[in-house]
């Protein structure tokens, strides 16, 4: 849904834009990226580490389709229908790089 504002407009008047929200989730978007940098740089290399590069990730994935594709205008239903599942491959994908990573260092 659009964001617009309430306010009649006069004939001829151009609504001013309402781009507020747009820049606030770039701003939200950019502070976890930067979070994702100093995480690269300060954090060895380990599973929790990829861990956290997984939830950030998701969690910018869907702050953008909760933003742009409208996901938090729709009803809670439909939203739980796509968070679970979404919960379920997170949560595989931590288990996985678990796993391999003890067969790696089991192996080597």
Request: net charge neutral; proline share 4%.
């Amino acid at each position: 849904m659009a964001h617009h504002t309430s306010q009649p407009l006069h004939a001829g008047e151009i609504q001013k834009p309402n781009t507020g929200w747009i820049w606030k989730t770039f701003w939200i978007i950019t502070g976890i990226t930067a979070l994702e940098f100093v995480i690269a740089f300060l954090m060895p290399s380990s599973t929790a580490r990829n861990s956290i590069f997984i939830i950030l990730t998701i969690f910018k994935a869907f702050f953008i389709v909760a933003n742009f594709m409208h996901l938090k205008d729709e009803t809670k239903g439909l939203i739980w229908t796509i968070m679970i599942p979404m919960s379920l491959l997170i949560w595989l994908l931590v288990a996985l790089i678990t796993e391999g990573n003890a067969i790696h260092n089991a192996i080597f």
